[in-house]
């Protein structure tokens, strides 16, 4: 099993986390995890549909996230990057602008409205601010290697200074190879969490996690209080 894993100190700088496995609550309350340790007034993007009113596990139907921190992606198409203006930048920009400048307004017109709206209202603070994608499955256009737009989408994050969690429920794209770490969820159920498994496909040098170990999540602090506070409720 390796030695414990332990998410503390995380490198202040914006982060891109990509978790899967084939239950898509035990994604979504890991997702929760890793994005609360990084941005305690994390945002939450649901994709596809609103959560399910009979849910009992959901971070935002538990009403684990403000109800103004919870977005709507009604329409999984709309969260493809998009085309920058006819006319480029010019219609919004001075002319002395710099050239960091302009690139980090291009990829911010780059991102679906919603995410814009979001990336807007984060507010100024020390560390990136962190947004959830939870069941991005829902998007499968926007994991798409052929031109890959998560990647485009990751990047104006990146320069928007906001880092972003990825839920993702069944068999992972190839893409998902484009985020600073993937976990992969060993987890049959909820009731038996304890014992449930998770490995690191993927992680940046000094991680908290390391390449190929496997671990239990009840060796994680973060989603033992995840974990631990949905068992309480019951």
Request: proline content about 10%; overall charge neutral.
């Amino acid at each position: 099993m390796g030695e414990p894993a332990t998410p503390q100190g995380w490198p202040p700088r914006p982060l891109s986390l990509f978790v899967w496995g084939s239950h898509r609550e035990a994604n979504d309350l890991v997702a929760y995890a890793l994005a609360r340790e990084l941005d305690p007034s994390l945002f939450w993007l649901e994709v596809g549909e609103a959560p399910r009113r009979s849910a009992t596990s959901e971070p935002a139907r538990l009403g684990w996230v403000p109800a103004d921190h919870v977005y709507l992606a009604h329409d999984p198409e709309a969260l493809a990057p998009r085309e920058l203006p006819t006319r480029g930048l010019h219609e919004y920009v001075r002319g002395d602008e710099s050239a960091s400048r302009l690139d980090a307004l291009s990829g911010f017109l780059r991102l679906p409205n919603v995410v814009q709206e979001i990336v807007s209202r984060a507010p100024p603070a020390p560390r990136p601010c962190a947004v959830v994608f939870a069941n991005a499955e829902r998007a499968p256009a926007l994991l798409r290697r052929s031109d890959g737009p998560s990647l485009v989408i990751l990047e104006a994050l990146r320069e928007a200074s906001v880092s972003v969690v990825v839920s993702y429920t069944g068999r992972a794209p190839v893409d998902r190879l484009g985020f600073d770490v993937v976990l992969r969820m060993d987890v049959p159920g909820l009731s038996s969490w304890h014992e449930a498994q998770f490995t690191c496909e993927r992680t940046f040098a000094h991680g908290p996690f390391h390449v190929g170990e496997t671990a239990r999540l009840s060796s994680v602090p973060a989603f033992v209080s995840t974990f631990g506070r949905l068992a309480s409720r019951k």
